[in-house]
């Protein structure tokens, strides 16, 4: 009997201690959670300004996975916000694409991808292999031109993909 009201004792103890951390996380969460909001739609802004500077951005129906936004940039081109799966999960990014239909920037918003390696996406020698391409891309490893970046070839296939996907929805609405 004096065992079992041992046990009892930890495990209530155990369970408030888990609650009261969840609370305060939950309640963390909650007050944090517009800050973090508009400080993502900020790092979009300036993404899209970062792939195709324009004065205005029209909002543009998309209905294709993966694309999450598409904008006309003042008949300069289009702006495609994309997210696809890496190895660490999502990669949100945007893709400027110009008038004549080639890519002309791409900056990626946020990844959860492994340090030092598919975070490495974000640099600028990598993105750059983009620009100016206007067909299907891959990677070297599968007959493509963009040398993937070393250990994470799964985040520049990703990477790539998301670029075709922005290609592809700009040719079939363009």
């Known amino acids: 009997m004096k065992n079992f009201k041992y046990i009892l004792r930890l495990t209530l103890t155990l369970l408030i201690i888990t609650a009261v951390v969840a609370g305060l996380l939950g309640l963390v969460n909650y007050l944090t959670e517009?800050?973090?909001?508009?400080?993502?739609?900020?790092?979009?802004?300036?993404?899209?300004?970062e792939v195709l500077p324009a004065q205005n951005y029209e909002p543009m129906e998309t209905s294709t996975d993966?694309?999450?936004?598409?904008?006309?940039?003042?008949?300069?081109g289009y702006v495609v916000r994309v997210s696809t799966n890496g190895f660490g999960g999502a990669i949100d990014m945007m893709v400027g694409i110009?008038?004549?239909?080639?890519v002309c920037g791409v900056s990626i918003i946020s990844?959860?991808?492994?340090a030092s390696l598919g975070a490495n996406c974000v640099r600028e020698d990598f993105r750059a292999q983009f620009v100016g391409a206007d067909s299907a891309l891959a990677v070297s490893k599968d007959g493509g031109t963009i040398d993937a970046l070393t250990g994470a070839t799964?985040?520049?296939?990703?990477?790539?993909n998301g670029v075709d996907l922005a290609l592809a929805f700009v040719k079939e609405v363009g």
């Not at 110009?98 to 080639?102: I, L, M, Q, V, W």
């Open 34 to 49: 517009d800050k973090i909001d508009e400080l993502t739609r900020q790092k979009a802004e300036t993404a899209m300004q």
């Open 66 to 76: 993966g694309i999450t936004e598409a904008y006309r940039a003042d008949g300069l």
């Open 98 to 102: 110009d008038a004549e239909g080639k």
């Open 111 to 114: 990844h959860s991808e492994t």
């Open 154 to 160: 799964v985040t520049s296939r990703a990477v790539t």
